[in-house]
Nanobody
C-alpha cells in the first residue's frame, strides 16, 4: 500500500503564496496530481504531472500554480501564487499507478486515482 502525506497548508492573505508538498514513495506511476475540496463542494482537480514531467492544469490554476516533482526525494510539490479568496479548501495529493489514456489528464478524473493523501488545509482570507 502507498501512503501519501501532504504538508505545507496554512493561512494566507489573498494574493499570497503557499507551497504544498506531498511525500509520494512510489517506484512507478502513470500520473500524480493535486485536488482541492472547498467547504461543501466535491473534489476538484488542480494540476497533474506524469512520470516524464509533463504537466497539466485546471483553467483556474494556469499561470498561478506550478506542479513539480523531485524524483530523488519522492516528493511532489504545488507552488501556489496569487491565491484568490475562493482558493481555500483541503488540498489532496493523488496518484494513479496504472493509467489508461490521456497522459496527465487521466489524473484529472478522480475515478482513475488509486491512492489519496489525507489532505492539508489551505485558508485564504484577511
Amino acid at each position: 500500500d502507498v501512503q501519501l502525506v501532504e504538508s505545507g497548508g496554512g493561512s494566507v492573505r489573498p494574493g499570497g503564496s503557499l507551497r504544498l508538498s506531498c511525500a509520494a514513495p512510489v517506484d512507478s506511476f502513470y500520473c500524480m496530481g493535486w485536488y482541492r475540496q472547498a467547504p461543501g463542494m466535491g473534489h476538484e482537480a488542480v494540476a497533474a504531472i506524469d512520470d516524464v514531467g509533463s504537466k497539466s492544469y485546471a483553467n483556474f490554476a494556469k499561470g498561478r500554480f506550478t506542479i513539480s516533482r523531485d524524483n530523488a526525494k519522492s516528493t511532489m510539490y504545488l507552488q501556489m501564487d496569487n491565491l484568490k479568496p475562493n482558493g481555500g479548501g483541503t488540498y489532496y495529493c493523488a496518484v494513479a499507478i496504472r493509467g489508461m489514456y490521456g497522459g496527465t489528464w487521466f489524473c484529472h478524473n478522480r475515478d482513475g486515482i488509486d491512492y489519496w493523501g489525507e489532505g492539508t488545509l489551505v485558508t485564504v482570507g484577511e
